[in-house]
C-alpha cells in the first residue's frame, strides 16, 4: 500500500526528540502523575467504568528517539483572559516547547492532524539547538495558515505556490470561498486539505513514523499528564 492510499480517521499529536533519555523528557515537559506503563494503559477501570488517567505517552522507539503522543490542553496563566489571537497563541506554545526541547537534546519535532472530521488541522514543526527551523499549520475550519522557515526536502511533495497565494488571502478571499463551498483551496497530495498522507510522509523522512511503521502498542514507556500554558 502506497502512501497516497493511507486512510487514517483520528486525531492525533506527537513530539519526537532526540534522544533517549526519557527521564530526562519528561522533566523539560513537566509532566505530572508519571508512572510506568503501555499505551493501552492510559485509560483504566475506576468503579467499573473506563477513564483516561494520562493524557501522555513517551516511549523510545530506534534507539535513536522519544516519541511522545500526547492529548494536551490549552491554559491560561493564571489571572488571564484570553479573548482573541488563540490560534497565535497556541501556535506559539507548540513551537516554544520544541524550541525548549531542542535546546536540551539538540532536536525537537511536532506533528498533528485531525481527520476525524472533514477539514482538521495539521501541523509540522522541526527546532534544532534552540532555533525554530520550520513551522507549518494549516486550520481550514478556522482559515488559520501558518508557514515560517524554508520548506524542508521531506515536503517537497507540496504545492507550495498554493500556500503562498493563501497567506496573502483577505477576511473577503475566505468569505467568498466559504459562500462558494469550494472543497481545495489547498492542493495537497490527494487534491484537498493536507491531513494524515502528508503528516505522516514528513515525519517519515524527518525521523519517526509512529503510526505505520512503528507503533507504540508493544511498548513499555512512562505516561503522565501534561498541558500547553499559553503566553501573552
Known amino acids: 500500500m502506497s502512501d497516497d492510499d493511507l486512510d487514517i480517521q483520528a486525531k492525533i499529536s506527537w513530539l519526537t526528540v532526540r534522544t533517549t533519555d526519557i527521564k530526562a523528557v519528561v ?21 467499573g467504568k473506563w477513564q483516561t488517567t494520562a493524557n501522555t505517552f513517551l516511549y523510545v ?3 535513536s528517539w522519544v516519541v511522545v ?3 494536551w490542553e490549552f ?3 493564571a489571572d488571564t483572559e484570553i479573548t482573541s489571537g488563540i490560534e497565535e497563541l497556541c501556535a506559539l506554545a507548540k513551537e516554544n516547547l520544541i524550541i525548549k526541547l531542542s535546546q536540551q537534546f539538540g532536536e525537537a519535532q511536532l506533528f498533528e492532524f485531525d481527520t476525524e472530521y472533514f477539514c482538521g488541522a495539521t501541523s509540522w514543526m522541526l527546532a534544532r539547538d534552540g532555533q525554530l527551523i520550520r513551522s507549518f499549520m494549516y486550520g481550514l475550519s478556522s482559515n488559520f ?4 522557515g524554508e520548506p524542508t526536502d521531506a515536503e517537497q511533495f507540496m504545492d507550495w505556490a498554493r500556500v503562498r497565494e493563501l497567506e496573502n488571502w483577505t477576511e473577503e478571499d475566505w468569505k467568498r470561498w466559504e459562500d462558494e463551498e469550494e472543497i481545495d483551496s489547498f492542493i ?8 494524515a498522507v502528508e503528516t505522516i510522509k514528513v515525519a517519515r ?4 513514523d509512529p503510526l505505520c511503521t512503528d507503533h507504540p502498542e508493544k ?14
Open 188 to 195: 495537497g497530495c490527494r487534491g484537498d486539505s493536507p491531513k
Open 27 to 47: 522533566e523539560v515537559l513537566d509532566l505530572k502523575g508519571e508512572r510506568q506503563g503501555r499505551w493501552q494503559d492510559a485509560s483504566q477501570k475506576i468503579d
Open 69 to 71: 503522543p500526547y492529548d
Open 205 to 208: 523522512q524527518w525521523s519517526v
Open 61 to 63: 522507539s530506534q534507539d
Open 219 to 232: 511498548s513499555i514507556g512512562v505516561l503522565g499528564n501534561g498541558k500547553f500554558v499559553l503566553c501573552q
Open 75 to 77: 491554559v491560561s496563566p
Open 145 to 148: 495558515l501558518r508557514n515560517v
